[in-house]
């Protein structure tokens, strides 16, 4: 072991340091994290990339990308000048042990490393190999390795093999910061806070689940990670499929980080494997051509900077699932996200089950109660019930019932990452997945990555600004459902 410096404080080292992640999410949290005394005095961030730059130069391109990611209002000269004093910049080749010798003469922190890969996933095996080798990893360090983790199962398994020879499970942060919204965790209150859901909160009672996170930005300068991705592996593998774990899960036994990841194992684990028939009817995928997206003419995921030619990779993917246990029997999981979309807008729609018989008979403005949880891009919860339309007669006419999150507490509601990096700090592990938990949820998506190469499935084009292609809406109507947005 190298020496360490003896301060109480953790040093947060980010691998990938000047990539696009820190500079638009990592350094942006941690400086709302130091602005409301989140951050001790003494921690240290410190940045770890391929460009021989000096301290300084990393500040300047920090100072001069960061704070655009930051809300206005948040900005404080003298805030963000202390928080730069916070960074350090290190070059280090990562795949080269001498290298480190860098980090180690930062004589890193006695008391908590936090290790922090945001670099392809492939390096991670290596880094970790690297740190442990240059005597960098303790009982006390602790590792958050960003996703996607891994391209399939074998690839995951291997980086998770690879890791524990270094770290602890516990140690162990895998990251999915959808499960740091605020909407996400309070769906969970929602759910097991509220004596009165719960009695409903399976079939018969509710028909159906749908769960979009449709985005309005194209593939901007990422082809080169997404177009071996595609929006599989790069959202339903995780954001989605963590979303519907915290739909579909069972009561845990308490919030300890075991006990919640146990009943979100049992739901990836039941959910119903596609064979080819399956995948023929039940997903879709499809691929943005040129349109209007908020508002301005944008390019064709083919036109995009890096795609190559003939690209065959799904932007947007829709999909049917079932959770085949108890509670779910025969309650479809719709799941649906997309790239260049109509609107940003990720919710999920828990829809209940008719009447068996209404003395209202059918109507026009007749409608299924439906709870809807908007995630992005304002954080609400309503439940759409049926009243009286005023005037004579009985006619029914559909309202909201609306909890304003907003305005139901004036405390700051952080982002995701920064929620994420303070309970890494802390050694919460609860909103982060476990290693059985992420193998299991390739387990399921796996099968599909394989059936549509077997069926030789190309992505539909739909233009930029609309909601997919048409075979989504198929997918629903089948079963006499329609998307939320085209009820
Ligand atoms: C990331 C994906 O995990 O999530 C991106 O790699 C996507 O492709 C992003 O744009 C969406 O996150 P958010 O928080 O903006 O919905």
Known sequence: MTSAHDSAAPDIVIFGGAGDLSFRKLLPALYMAHLHSRLEDGVRIIAVGRQPWSRQQYLDFIDARSPGFIEPQAMETGAWRRFLARLQYVTVDVTEGRSYQALADLKLSGHQRLFYLATAPALFTSICAHLHAAGLVDANSRVVLEKPLGTDLASAQAINTEVARYFREDQIYRIDHYLGKETVQN???????????????????????????????????????????????????????????????????????????????????????????????????????????????????????????????????????????????????????????????????????????????????????????????????????????????????????????????????????????????????????????????????????????????KPRSYPAGSWGPATASALMAREDLTWFEES
């Open 187 to 457: 769906l969970m209150v929602l759910r097991f806070g509220n004596a009165i859901f719960e009695p409903l909160w399976r079939a018969p009672f509710i028909k159906s689940v749908q769960i979009t996170v449709a985005e309005t930005v194209g593939v901007g300068s990422r082809a080169g990670f997404y177009d071996g991705a595609g929006a599989l592996r790069d959202m339903v593998q995780n954001h989605l499929l963590q979303l519907l774990c915290i739909v579909a899960m069972e009561p845990p036994v308490s919030l300890d980080a075991d006990d919640v990841r146990d009943e979100k194992l049992k739901v990836l684990r039941s959910l119903r494997k596609m064979d080819l028939a399956a995948i023929r009817r039940d997903t879709v995928r499809g691929q943005y051509g040129a349109g209007v997206a908020d508002g301005q003419s944008v390019r064709g995921y083919l036109q995009e900077d890096g795609v190559p030619a003939g690209s065959q990779t799904e932007t947007f993917v829709a999909l049917r699932a079932h959770i085949d246990n108890a509670r779910w029997a025969n309650v479809p999981f719709f799941l649906r996200t997309g790239k260049r979309m109509a609107k940003r807008h990720s919710e999920i729609i828990i829809e209940f089950a008719e009447q068996p018989f209404s003395i209202f008979g059918t109507g026009p403005n007749h409608q299924p109660n439906r709870l809807i949880i908007t995630l992005q891009p304002e954080e609400s919860i309503h439940l759409g019930m049926m009243v009286k339309e005023p005037g004579s007669g009985m006619n029914l006419h559909p309202v909201k019932l609306e909890l304003d999150l907003q305005s139901s507490s004036d405390k700051r509601r952080a982002e995701a990452y920064e929620r994420l990096l303070i309970d890494v700090m802390k050694g919460r592990l609860t909103h982060f997945m476990r290693r059985d938990e992420l193998e299991a949820a390739w387990r399921w998506v796996e099968p599909i990555l394989r059936g549509w190469q077997a069926l030789d499935d």
